[in-house]
């Protein structure tokens, strides 16, 4: 299958700071990449969907200004939390869909990344 | 709304044993259902993707069912394994680029 690589894999910082997270799709090409945010034991919550060349599409509830999402090529999207508190300690998840077809293709993991913030 | 539920929320079985994992979804009207297993702090893993179209995939040990109509999915796996333990979530692509993921269910195979 696909492969989806997700950058780094844990990262603990201090509160106020900016963590940076990052997607690529390694053999395949993604217009459309998907940022996910789980809880102990819960089920994914899709936070964003990010768009090659135009601004993402967030969920209700997502605050933008606090999660900046950057899809700048057709390889890579990034996930910037701004200013993290604890209460963003969370794992995400990104995610992109192989499709010749638009939207109905079978969807690849990253292997997500644990943020933990002191 | 699209809404995706699993049964059981968890499972431990021996090893050897057959079993089925259970995903219902209330809106018939999709593009596939995808099967994904997570390991503890972990990603995704695709397991087998049925489209609309189609009434079962399987790969292996595993064998996915889809009946739309009633809206149901059914995830079997053939002699279970200890190495099998895992959460196995159950995802709905209703189009538009939206996936409705199940809750999972989590799978304890003894040894």
């Known amino acids: 299958g696909a492969v989806v690589s997700q950058h780094p894999s844990r990262v603990i910082c201090k509160s106020g700071t900016s963590v940076k997270i990052e997607c690529r799709s390694l053999?395949?090409?993604?217009?459309?990449m998907f940022w996910y945010r789980q809880f102990p034991k819960q089920s994914l919550m899709l936070m964003a969907t990010?768009?090659?060349?135009?601004?993402?599409?967030?969920e209700q509830g997502v605050e933008k200004d606090k999660f900046l999402i950057n899809h700048a090529s057709l390889t890579l999207s990034t996930l910037t939390v701004t200013s993290a508190h604890p209460e963003d300690s969370s794992f995400y998840i990104c995610?992109?869909?192989?499709?010749?077809?638009?939207?109905?293709?079978?969807?690849?993991f990253g292997e997500g990344s644990r943020l933990t913030v002191l | 709304k699209q809404e995706v539920t699993q049964i059981p929320a968890a499972l431990s079985v021996p090893e050897g044993e057959n079993l089925v994992l259970n995903c219902s979804f209330t809106d018939s009207a999709i593009y596939n259902l995808q099967w994904f297993r997570q390991d503890p702090g972990k990603g995704l893993t695709s397991l087998l993707l049925?489209?609309?179209?189609?009434r079962e995939q399987t790969s292996g040990r595993l064998n996915a069912s889809l009946d739309k109509s009633s809206g149901r999915s059914t995830l079997y796996i053939a002699a279970s394994q200890p190495g099998d333990s895992a959460t196995y979530l159950c995802?709905?692509?209703?189009?538009?680029?939206?996936?409705?993921f199940g809750a999972g269910t989590r799978l304890f195979v003894k040894a």
């Open positions: 995610s992109a869909r192989v499709s010749e077809h638009g939207n109905t293709g079978e969807l690849f």
């Open positions: 049925i489209q609309s179209s189609q």
């Open positions: 990010s768009n090659e060349g135009s601004k993402a599409t967030y």
């Open positions: 053999d395949f090409q993604a217009t459309t």
């Open positions: 995802a709905v692509n209703t189009g538009g680029f939206k996936t409705i």
